[in-house]
């Protein structure tokens, strides 16, 4: 069914009126298929929150919901995989009043991040490290850019290592998680890509994790799965201690999970352009 769909509302080349029909269509469909099902009507699904600013899909609204139900503390976050920080999960909570800590391998990125926000890294608001993380110096990269033990916010992206590098953070214990998942696997398959702290992405379907693997892991530190985007390109984990009776089914990886609906978001309007 999807695939179809996708065909119908995704044609190769498109012009102002076709882009604006397939948003129409996507809109739709996403309430009719996806709104309106009876999985997420429950009023502590988080899918139902959904919205995209800046985030690659809906990931700005689910981050908003949690932390309107657990609240904040020091408002940090430290986000990997950034690019050049015009579509990633933290950017919104930097116009929120947040502080945090990115890290981005590719050197032009960087430049263009410190071109178009020297203000808030002058004035310390956020740091900006280059450096292609590995399992082996992803803790020091933190002590580097001066993050604090617990930051509410942790959201890893780098399309391949991310289980590995999750897994080697131990001394800091962020209150919650996004991690990219390979939604390709169901949740009863256990799967990840064989560390090599060299490599990237291969543009292929054998990048990351699966929702199962990051769920056993999440649970090995404390963390509980509390939603999936619709998109099926993001896992949510809230620490344990932070949890109270404020999600559904915490931990239930068949729930939460969401298959790959690529297609579904496009952001329309303006191109995105951050200066800060």
């Given at each position: ?117 020297s203000g808030i890294i002058s004035a310390g608001t956020l740091t900006v490290l280059n450096s292609f993380i590995t399992a082996e110096n992803i803790e020091s990269l933190f002590t580097q850019g ?50 090599d702290g060299t490599k990237t992405w291969d543009k292929t379907s054998n990048f990351g994790a699966s929702l199962g693997l990051l769920n056993t892991l999440g649970e090995e530190k404390g963390y ?53």
């Amino acid at each position: 069914m999807f695939k179809q769909i996708y065909r119908r509302i995704v044609p190769k080349k498109s012009s102002a009126k076709q882009d604006a029909i397939r948003s129409m269509e996507i809109e739709n469909f996403i309430q009719k298929h996806l709104f309106d099902q009876e999985k997420y009507q429950h009023p502590l699904k988080l899918n139902r929150f959904e919205y995209q600013s800046f985030s690659q899909c809906g990931e700005d609204g689910i981050i908003d919901e949690i932390f309107k139900r657990i609240g904040t503390t020091n408002k940090y976050f430290v986000e990997f995989g950034v690019e050049n920080g015009t579509e990633c999960n933290s950017t919104l909570l930097l116009y929120k009043g947040w502080k945090g800590l990115w890290i981005e391998g590719n050197a032009p990125s960087v430049e263009h991040i410190k071109a178009h926000m020297s203000g808030i890294i002058s004035a310390g608001t956020l740091t900006v490290l280059n450096s292609f993380i590995t399992a082996e110096n992803i803790e020091s990269l933190f002590t580097q850019g001066g993050c604090p033990a617990e930051p509410d916010l942790l959201s890893i992206d780098i399309d391949r290592n991310d289980y590995y590098v999750w897994k080697s953070i131990v001394k800091f214990k962020p209150r919650v998680v996004a991690i990219e998942y390979n939604a390709i696997f169901r949740p009863d398959v256990s799967f990840t890509v064989p560390y090599d702290g060299t490599k990237t992405w291969d543009k292929t379907s054998n990048f990351g994790a699966s929702l199962g693997l990051l769920n056993t892991l999440g649970e090995e530190k404390g963390y509980s799965l509390v939603a999936c985007n619709f998109a099926g390109t993001n896992a949510f984990f809230v620490r344990k201690d932070c949890l109270g009776d404020k999600f559904l089914l915490p931990g239930d990886a068949e729930a939460h999970y969401e298959p790959a609906r690529y297609y579904l978001y496009k952001k329309d309007g303006h191109p995105r352009n951050v200066i800060l």
